[in-house]
């Protein structure tokens, strides 16, 4: 993608920016220089550097390292160094960020903060790195230049770069971190609090070591690792980067817990690889105490969603802990759910007793209503030896009746086949044994007659269950449907039907938009509704068949003059296998209506049933319309909304 001229400015400016603010920084390091050390203290800097390469796209990295080069060279050049010595020095640096910044930007997860165990490892890694880049570099230029290297000037080189990548660099990963993602309801007063704490601690020891002589700056590591649990490694960092900063000051100019410690060795030097190693410590601290709450924070979230009850009870069988869907599983607010026993709500059996971790029970409701539940147990192992069990108890009333619902049908699907399938099959034997027993018999036309008539009653009654099974698995590509023509169709079949029983067939059909769906499936219960109602009307009457199309939906009338259904069963008239009370003989297997509902709810439409013992029957069907100006296609939305 061709960048314009604004997109290649970018960079640039940014660069500007940041050499500025190096220089900036380096000038107030310089002002900060007592002459006790042979050094000025901007070695922090070099924690800049590596935290703005390793933030930058990699495409701006040369050009940040050139920048904070020229920065260092001119800040080398006003602490006095030869030209040749500044240029090598500071190139010396300019290698050793972008050492380190690419290294450190290439493991620490976007966003560019430490958010892991193996980022603290990582940033380690990015310091050795820098130290041993920037030391190597820095004596080798002091040994071109100068003709010899101090092993003292290196290695004071190798730990400030150390330390300063290690304490510098999460302070400012920190500081562009919390400006785009401030920490988890981060609030003043605890800060206020640990900064204060910190601060005053450090004053103490350091007024301790200047009367004492003796170096007690370790008892500043106990505020940092309040800060660290309570407040998390990104404000840590900051206070940890302020402590040095002014460790680093004092330090410098003859004062602090160093510089009263009687050592040969180089107190800044000290000063740093102690505060290095602190830094090491409070951030694995603090990373591992913001992931503990980060994992805390994810699992309450997922409890507080859960639907069902999830408690935390002791070894007493006392809850501890209860999520938000134990208020409506138990019939109890959250918070009187804390303390209660157990045993109030589940049988005691099923938390103390036994081996098993899933039981099916009945339990109780704060208000003493019973539901069958599901419970499951799970053993909590504490380190510190406390014994807590997880439970989870589900509703599974719906389920059980659901389950004992299908059974009922089952049962009654099993008792209508067999009443269905006993009758023809009686004949068939007895009317074919009787053949077999007298094959001249002047009877025989007719006992033929009676056993094909009862082999065809086994045959529809057999092609009812299969056409059911098959039109409700179907899965063929929703297409548009003429509805009038389907109608037109099925009452065409059903024709003969009427005229061997006079029944007269009234029509009144519109033309319709299409509709979208499985023509199949359509046509089945368009039909099974047709023969319903001359299978169920007397003989003489009349059956109306009607379509009308309106503003949003199809609506298909079939009414009848038959014998009607009683009131008490025309709830359950939808259900598989039930057939009303007052049918008598006339053979069928109550899968119609059920499929008739099945099918029109697949296509998002409804249907209702209208009727009166003697007096007929009344069904309607409406099936949406589909327009091609609404979210797409008619094919389209019926792959989304109509296969469920």
């Known amino acids: 993608m061709p960048e314009n001229r604004n997109s290649r400015l970018l960079p640039l400016g940014w660069i500007l920016v940041m050499t500025a603010v190096h220089f900036g920084m380096s000038l107030f390091a310089l002002e900060l220089r007592t002459g006790f050390s042979h050094e000025p203290v901007f070695w922090g800097l070099s924690g800049l550097s590596v935290a703005v390469i390793s933030m930058a796209p990699r495409s701006w990295r040369l050009g940040l390292a050139a920048g904070l080069t020229f920065s260092a060279a001119a800040s080398y050049l006003l602490n006095g160094a030869p030209l040749p010595l500044a240029a090598g020095y500071a190139l010396g640096n300019g290698a050793a960020a972008l050492a380190a910044g690419t290294w450190l930007g290439g493991q620490l997860p976007d966003g560019r903060r430490i958010v892991r165990l193996w980022d603290v490892v990582a940033l380690a890694g990015g310091a050795l790195v820098a130290a041993a880049v920037g030391s190597v570099f820095g004596g080798a230029v002091q040994w071109a230049v100068a003709g010899s290297a101090s092993l003292e000037t290196v290695g004071y080189w190798f730990s400030a770069n150390l330390a300063g990548v290690l304490v510098g660099s999460p302070v400012f990963l920190a500081i562009v971190s919390l400006r785009r993602e401030p920490p988890p309801e981060f609030q003043m007063s605890p800060l206020l609090i640990v900064a204060t704490a910190t601060a005053a601690s450090y004053v103490s020891v350091v007024w301790v070591s200047a009367v004492t002589g003796r170096n007690f700056l370790y008892l500043v590591i106990v505020p940092l ?92 069988g006392t809850i501890r802990q209860a999520n938000r869907g134990s208020e409506a599983t138990l019939g109890s607010p959250q918070a009187e759910l804390i303390g ?198 007397y003989e003489g009457g009349e059956v109306s068949v009607a379509l009308e199309a309106r503003e949003d939906s199809v609506h298909l009338a079939v009414v009848d003059e038959g014998i009607g259904i009683p009131e008490s069963d025309q709830a359950r008239l939808f259900e598989r296998f039930f057939r009303a009370g007052n049918v008598g003989e006339l053979q069928g297997t109550g899968l119609g209506l059920a499929l008739v509902r099945q099918v029109v709810e697949r296509h998002r439409g409804t249907v209702a049933l209208t009727s009166a013992v003697g007096r007929g029957t009344s069904v309607e069907i409406v099936l949406p319309l589909e327009s091609e100006g609404k979210e797409g296609s008619a094919a389209e939305r019926a792959h989304h909304a109509i296969w469920l």
Request: hydrophobic share 45%; with cysteine.
């Open 225 to 316: 690792m309040i800060s660290a649990v309570w407040l998390g490694q990104r404000i840590t960092a900051i206070l940890m980067g302020g402590l040095a900063l002014a460790l680093g000051v004092m330090t410098n100019s003859g004062l602090g817990p160093f510089a009263a410690t009687e050592s040969a060795f180089d107190p800044l030097i000290a000063g740093q690889i102690f505060m290095g190693v602190v830094q090491i410590t409070v951030l694995t601290v603090g990373v591992e105490a913001s992931r503990r709450r980060d994992l805390i924070a994810e699992l309450d979230g997922i409890l507080e969603a859960t639907v069902e009850a999830v408690l935390v009870v002791d070894e007493t």
């Open 340 to 537: 209660a026993r157990l045993t109030e709500f589940i049988p005691e059996d099923v938390f103390d007793g036994g081996t098993r971790d899933l039981y099916s029970t009945i339990a109780r409701r704060r208000n003493g209503d019973e539901f069958w539940a599901e419970v499951s147990r799970g053993r909590i192992r504490e380190k510190s030896g406390r014994r807590r069990t997880a439970i989870v108890v589900r509703d599974v009333s719906e389920r059980i009746e659901t389950e004992e619902s299908v059974r009922r049908l089952q049962d009654e699907f099993v008792s209508n086949m067999t009443h269905e399938l006993r009758t023809p099959l009686t004949a068939i034997i007895g009317f074919s044994e009787w053949l077999m027993s007298d094959l001249d018999s002047p009877t025989a036309a007719s006992d033929l007659e009676i056993i094909h008539d009862s082999a065809s009653s086994m045959k529809v009654l057999i092609d009812a269950i299969l056409d059911f099974k098959r039109v409700s698995a179907s899965s063929a590509q929703p297409a548009e449907i003429d509805l009038r023509d389907v109608v037109e169709r099925s009452v065409g079949l059903a024709r003969p039907a009427a005229l061997e029983r006079t029944i007269t067939l009234k029509l009144d059909l519109d033309a319709c938009p299409p509709i979208v769906g499985d023509l199949d499936q359509i046509e089945h219960a368009v039909r099974n509704v047709v023969s319903n109602a001359i299978k169920y009307s």
